[in-house]
C-alpha cells in the first residue's frame, strides 16, 4: 500500500525516500495544496530495444566463417 507523506517530510526525506521505491517499487504518495501526487518507479527501456533489424548477410553465414580474404575477387563477388 503506498505511503502517504506531507510534501514538507518528503522534502527532509527525498534521497532515502527515493531510493526505498526503487528498491521496492512500491509508490509513496504525498500532498501539496489538497493534492495527492505519487512517486514511482518506472524502469527505463534498453535502448538496443528500439534497435530495428537489420539483414546485412546476404547468404549462408556459416560460409564467413571459412571465408578467406585473399580469395576475395571483385567483379564476381559483387552482385
Known amino acids: 500500500?503506498?505511503?502517504?507523506?506531507?510534501?514538507?517530510?518528503?522534502?527532509?526525506?527525498?534521497?532515502?525516500?527515493?531510493?526505498?521505491?526503487?528498491?521496492?517499487?512500491v509508490s509513496v504518495k504525498f500532498?501539496?495544496?489538497?493534492h495527492v501526487l505519487k512517486l514511482s518507479v518506472e524502469k527505463k527501456p534498453d535502448k538496443l530495444a528500439n534497435l530495428r533489424k537489420h539483414n546485412v548477410i546476404v547468404g549462408n553465414p556459416e560460409d564467413l566463417v571459412n571465408f578467406k580474404v585473399w580469395e576475395w575477387n571483385e567483379p564476381e563477388n559483387i552482385k
Request: aromatic content about 4%; cysteine-free; glycine content about 4%.
Open 31 to 34: 500532498t501539496k495544496d489538497n
Open 1 to 25: 500500500m503506498p505511503q502517504l507523506l506531507t510534501i514538507t517530510a518528503l522534502r527532509k526525506q527525498l534521497f532515502p525516500v527515493a531510493d526505498r521505491v526503487i528498491k521496492t517499487g
